[in-house]
């Protein structure tokens, strides 16, 4: 049996989400680890999804770099959503949309 190849890892992808045809986000439906991002097991690793699914269909995150989602939904995995971005730009731009979130809640 065919166990964690790429085949397997897209048929995942097709049938484990729900798009959000209106955010055009590709929310995945399976377990979700404490911080809220999808969790797939890949090549014998239980990892992040929406870092697998960059690394099939976009390429590799560069060296010390980290994927930010630019949609702000965790459970997010379309790789159209993800920007690569290093960590304290990742920190900055959290805190730039916290602040924004708080003034339109006023
Ligand atoms: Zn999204």
Known sequence: MRQNTTVDIIAKLLQNTTVDIITECILWDLT?????????RYKGKLRMAHKVY???????IGNGLQLDHTCEIKR???PFHLQQVTNQR???LYYMRKRARERESI
Request: hydrophobic share 35%; aromatic share 10%.
């Open 32 to 40: 979700l680890n404490e911080k809220g991002y999808g969790q797939v």
């Open 54 to 60: 960059y690394e099939l269909l976009i390429g590799p």
């Open 76 to 78: 997010c995995i379309n």
């Open 90 to 92: 990742n920190v900055a």
